[in-house]
């Protein structure tokens, strides 16, 4: 993880954030399930002026996300407080994008105009090697007709995104971890409406989902219809480690569940 820039002192106040989340071992086919829109807005509809606040803005792919993020400046929070706040909740709302287990960055800039920026992308692991996804035969392993390079545990990097809007939000928030998760816990425990465009999404990656019984339990609900429910999906995963988070203020680094998930990948698969 880097972090880099002009200036690194805490401010109150900032002209500027943007935060880019990549989500890791994600296909081709969930970007375009990211951006399926059941109901185009006509140009016609579109402000005719920008768009101006006069204390501050949030903007996101997701109506809940964006809530997380009015609901913490509401709260007091910076502009990164929100931020890392909507990250979360993006985690559990847009799954196909947003991401606790990939890594992304983030680009904060100063009312005075000064920048810094955080690279927290995910990696490699240590004992990854060129030709870890190549057979005997000189040809990419095969899964299904789909190289293990993306599907299966040999897919999976070691995840930034966490240890990254931690190292943010120290740096230049002013809120503390607890009270930035509290949105995205909310959400993953109390359940959230499945749109068109989440049910589309999940419909487009159905055909892995269904390999493994967890994710079709998640994503499928068992093979039920989604659309028009109230999501759970992420009782006993994502509102368990956002808990986690949340009572440790750390991200498990070298922690015991850390080496039972590592147990558990390598069981599964």
């Known amino acids: 993880m880097k972090i880099s820039g002009s200036s690194c ?21 969930s970007q ?16 005719k002026q920008a768009v101006r606040a006069p204390h501050g803005m949030v903007a996101t792919d997701e109506q809940l996300g964006s809530q997380a993020g009015v609901e913490i400046l509401k709260r007091g929070g910076n502009a990164v407080d929100a931020a890392v706040a909507v990250a979360f909740a993006l985690a559990v709302v847009e799954p196909s994008a947003g991401n606790i287990g990939g890594g992304g960055f983030m680009l904060v800039r100063l009312a005075d ?32 007709n789909v190289t293990s390079s993306v599907i299966g545990y040999r897919s999976i990097a070691v995840p930034g995104t966490v240890a990254g809007l931690e190292l943010a939000l120290k740096t230049y928030g002013t809120l503390k971890l607890a009270d930035v998760l509290e949105p995205a816990i909310r959400l993953a425990e109390t359940g959230f409406p499945v749109d068109e465009k989440l049910a ?9 989902f269904s390999k493994f019984p967890f994710s079709r339990h998640i994503f499928l609900n ?25 009572r440790r203020g750390n991200h498990c680094k070298d922690c015991k569940e850390a080496r039972t998930m590592c147990l558990l990948i390598i069981e599964t698969h």
């Not at 954030?17 to 086919?29: D, P």
């Not at 927290?120 to 004992?127: D, L, N, T």
């Not at 219809?225 to 808990?243: E, I, P, V």
């Open 9 to 29: 002192i805490r401010a109150k106040h900032f002209a500027f954030v943007l935060a880019l989340s990549l989500i890791c071992g994600s296909v081709a086919r």
């Open 32 to 47: 375009a399930a990211a951006e399926f829109r059941p109901h185009p807005v006509d140009s016609k509809d579109w402000p």
């Open 113 to 144: 105009g000064r920048s810094s920026f955080f690279d927290y992308r995910e990696v490699a692991p240590g004992k990854a090697t060129r030709n870890m996804y190549i057979g005997p035969d000189g040809k990419l392993i095969p899964n299904d």
């Open 200 to 208: 589309h999404s999940f419909a487009e990656e159905g055909k892995d």
């Open 222 to 246: 068992d093979g039920g219809h989604f659309n028009g429910w109230r999501c759970r999906r992420c009782r006993g995963n994502d509102s368990t480690l956002a808990s986690r988070t949340r």
